[in-house]
DNA sequence: AACACCGCCTGAGCGC
DNA sequence: TGCGCTCAGGCGGTGT
């Protein structure tokens, strides 16, 4: 499941094959998979040639000469692949849309779920307008950035890490991975963390999803690189993925359960155990 | 307002 | 072998 290091991996490994090159042609095989409205060659940028590729959180955006872009969200099982110039990529492998771009590279976007979008967007104002409801990107959050956003929180602070509007890219392992880093337990309430368990929360969000990257994300099942390559982070995984097994720093068994809708597992030792609702006194 | 919860969607993994 | 069930979860919409 594609989180902001999975995103960035895919972000750096597209642009050495479609920077600066213009798109000649696209395949629609499901024009319902584009939101926003009914895709054209013009609207999927059929002419225009490739002059950045931008990033927010887990979203991110090809963009091209005179602003106009496509808004992109993996989702669960999404996948951009630059695929050889004969390949035969189609509906019958969940591939739903193909550009064909200079230098013999097509460019597949493959979803089998299809949690993901395209969105064609008109300008960078549209973009901006398009991204505005998320918060700081968690790759550079800073934890007074951090601590302004959970200030009036009365949830879990596991849901506020999830919640994009709060900061933008950690999803369910990477918020698992940092609250153990930062030892602090899933179930706490977000506004009622101190601001040096804030401090240190924002660090290990920013040093796990580092190190994420450095590996080339997390691949569980579906997530590759725009080469194919699988990430290699998983085998790094200290929480998630690992309940029941012994805590790498203290060997208890690590608990989990759904916090915030979702699987959460965490040390109880390292960690804290249930503090859902913390009395005031005594 | 703030939060909980559902539905979207498919494939893997499981028990029988 | 194969069937049916459960689970995975980002996100937008709806309910409380």
Known sequence: MPELPEVECLCRSLKPHILD????????FRADFVTGSAPTPASLLV???????????????????????????????????????DAKDGSADHVHLVWTIENRVRLAFRDPRRFGEVRPLASADALARHWAG?????????????AAMLKPGRR?????????????????????????????????QAGRLTPAEIARLAQAIRSTLGDAVRSGG??????????????????????????????????TPLRHNTVAQRTTTWCPRCQGGTLRSRRPSQ
Request: some cysteine; aromatic content about 4%; glycine content about 12%.
């Open 218 to 251: 997390s691949t569980l099942r579906d997530f590759l690189d725009a080469d194919g390559q699988a990430g290699g982070y998983r085998s790094k995984h200290r929480v998630y993925g690992r309940g029941g097994q012994p805590c790498v720093v203290c060997q």
């Open 21 to 28: 090159r213009r798109i000649l042609a696209v395949d629609v």
């Open 47 to 85: 002419g225009q040639r490739i002059t950045d590729i931008q990033r927010r959180g887990k979203s991110f955006a090809i963009v091209a000469e005179l602003g106009s872009c496509l808004a992109m969200h993996l989702g669960m099982t999404g996948q951009l692949l630059v695929r050889p110039a």
């Open 156 to 188: 879990a602070i596991k849901a506020a890490l999830l919640d994009q509007r709060v900061l933008a890219g950690v999803g369910n392992i990477y918020a698992d991975e940092a609250l153990f880093l930062a030892k602090i337990s899933p179930t706490r």
């Open 134 to 146: 998320l918060g700081d990107d968690a790759l550079t959050i800073s934890s007074t950035a951090l």
